[in-house]
């Protein structure tokens, strides 16, 4: 007996978008060089893995506060206050199983059916599919290469219908490296305000700033009233599979999110949540150590691929990708990743997984070390050449 009929139809059809097609082809395949996961490849500072172990054997194996430990929360509190002056009341935060579920929850709380959400393309896969999931509508807004991959202000007042109902912003962005500037933000503040949209601020990358500075979307002015910003231990810190991120916004989101994430999870691993806590509190310099590496391992992959005929890529002013213009190449994004594929041996992103008009663009995730990317980059160039 087949149980096809039993599925919700929103639900029937889903497919694995281009992003997750490419890592499941990946897998599958040995020798190579793997350019698509956006995780950093160092191991979780081994003080951060030891703290989570002190708290098991002290018997913290319990389930914990719904938002999450307060202690945890106040640790977040003082790293925003501290790095940026955004001072967030530790009650305005919640506690969530990776940046993931916090994005989820949001789209969860915020969508009707047919409500429209403005995504500043490129943008993060997962964005689109959790809105089309919660039966919302994503609305692709162009950032262009010519202009460094930021949004025109214009653009975003073009894109906006009566069904609008937030915005997402990601900068440090996944997948073209742009650090949205003051001049930028305000634009996008203005829109958010004359036309009513709630913000969902991913910041999941802010320590991985290269050019220019951070600048939290809710300390702008009339921002902090409509801003979730939505924080993450998995890239400053390594902690990509321990699972834990966090919100913080207005208590009248973060209420229902609390409440359709209690149903959920009920609440975070309990020992994730303390080992997360010391990392906060005590293990800054292995954040600095890591945010390095990638400073580092993203300008030495830029020149790498400057010697590779048909494919532009200037340095990320943030996060650790090269989004490479591969039109040069008479191949578009598809093609040029199956070719190295299988003719090279190394595994990068389409373009395309990133919105429609990133068809001539791949992402290469500098994840691994410099003698990989060497590697890689020669491999690819051979490829090219003959």
Known sequence: ????????VRFSRL????????????????????LTLGEPDVPTDPRIVEAARQAGLAGETH??????NLSLREAVSRRWAAKYGFVQDPEEILVTTGGSQACWLAF???????????????????????????????????????????????DLRRAVTRRTKALVVNSPCNPSGAVFDRATLEGIARVA??????????????SYVFQGSHIPFATLPGMRERTLT????SKSYAMCGWRIGYAMGPEELLKPMDLLA??????????????????????????????????RRTRYAASLARELPGVDA??????????????????????????????????????????????????????????????AFSRMAAVLRS
């Open 1 to 8: 007996m087949s149980l096809k009929q039993h599925v919700a």
């Open 15 to 34: 497919e694995p978008s281009a992003m997750m097609k490419m890592f499941k082809a990946a897998a599958k395949r040995t020798g190579l060089v793997n």
């Open 63 to 68: 389930y914990t506060q719904s938002r999450g």
């Open 108 to 154: 969860q709380t915020l969508l009707e059916p047919g409500d429209e959400v403005l995504l500043l393309e490129p943008y993060f896969t997962f964005y689109a599919q959790q809105v089309r999931y919660n039966q919302g509508v994503p609305v692709a807004v162009p950032c262009r290469k010519e202009n460094d991959f930021l949004p025109l202000e214009e």
């Open 193 to 206: 305000l004359e036309q009513d949209l709630c913000v969902l601020s991913d910041e999941l990358y802010e």
């Open 230 to 233: 939505i924080g993450g231990f």
């Open 262 to 295: 209690i149903v959920q999870t009920l609440s975070v691993n309990s020992m994730v949540q303390r080992a997360a806590e010391f990392a906060l509190s005590e293990a800054q310099d292995a954040e600095h150590a890591i945010v390095d590496t990638y400073r």
């Open 314 to 375: 200037a340095p990320p002013r943030g996060a650790f990708y090269l989004f490479a213009d591969i039109s040069g190449t008479g191949m578009n994004g598809d093609a040029f990743a199956l070719r190295m594929l299988e003719e090279a041996g190394v595994a990068l992103t389409p373009g395309i997984a990133f919105g429609e008009t990133c068809g001539d663009f791949i992402r290469i995730a500098c994840t691994v070390d410099e003698k990989k990317l060497e590697e």
